[in-house]
């Protein structure tokens, strides 16, 4: 039990554009969602933490504008990286909890390896 | 500052050896500890995690750990390693609040 699944896995795309990725809790509701950013050979960095059917919290220095969240359902939150430049290619992984609460542990999906050429 | 350390980058070990990898939190209190794997290019793999209790803590794929905290530490272990077991190894710690603080890694080789 407890999959989260991450779509795309990989997509590249030319600078400038918006590229979407979902993630979704496959056999639970998933009151939380985390999205962290890695960089090759490095620790996952939160970027920002949304609660469904609320605004989503970002962490210092993560720019809402540019990284969109949008968590509609208990099943579903996407980020959107918008007018994305070479700069925000990276690895870019969710994870999801069932419950709110620092004793439930998170479940990640696959990532999605983002290029902008 | 509340912080993870994990003080090896990277741990080569041959098949069928045991395996230590090394975890130290920095916190007031007890955080709740937990171990992830990842394989290239993927998500993590929740290991094993710890909250309170007995301070060894078993896990999947034949991974223990043992929560110490006179050290502040979390060491991961396991009697004897596959090669399938090779990949990056992270120690998180969440100090209190929803989110996960995690270690730098450690990439783990193993050689025939």
């Known amino acids: 039990g407890a999959v989260v699944s991450q779509h795309p896995s990989r997509v590249i795309c030319k600078s400038g554009t918006s590229v979407k990725i979902e993630c979704r809790s496959l056999?639970?509701?998933?009151?939380?969602m985390f999205w962290y950013r890695q960089f090759p050979k490095q620790s996952l960095m939160l970027m920002a933490t949304?609660?469904?059917?609320?605004?989503?919290?970002?962490e210092q220095g993560v720019e809402k504008d540019k990284f969109l969240i949008n968590h509609a359902s208990l099943t579903l939150s996407t980020l959107t990286v918008t007018s994305a430049h070479p700069e925000d290619s990276s690895f870019y992984i969710c994870?999801?909890?069932?419950?709110?609460?620092?004793?439930?542990?998170?479940?990640f999906g696959d990532g999605t390896r983002l290029s902008i050429l | 500052a509340q912080s993870v350390t994990q003080p090896d980058i990277h741990i080569t070990v041959s098949e069928g050896a045991s395996l230590e990898l090394r975890c130290n939190y920095s916190?007031?209190?007890?955080?709740?500890l937990f171990w992830y794997v990842q394989s290239p290019g993927q998500g993590l793999q929740l290991l094993l995690k710890?909250?309170?209790?007995?301070?060894l803590v078993q896990g999947i794929k034949g991974f223990e750990a043992e929560f110490k905290r006179s050290q502040s530490s979390f060491n991961l272990r396991k009697p004897s390693v596959h090669w399938s077991d090779a990949a990056e190894y992270f120690c998180?710690?969440?100090?209190?609040?929803?989110?996960?603080?995690f270690g730098t890694g450690t990439r783990l080789t193993i050689i025939p």
């Open positions: 994870s999801a909890a069932k419950e709110r609460g620092w004793d439930q542990p998170q479940h």
């Open positions: 056999d639970f509701q998933a009151t939380t």
């Open positions: 710890y909250f309170s209790g007995d301070t």
């Open positions: 916190y007031g209190a007890t955080p709740y």
């Open positions: 949304s609660n469904e059917g609320s605004k989503a919290t970002y």
């Open positions: 998180a710690a969440n100090f209190g609040n929803e989110k996960l603080t």
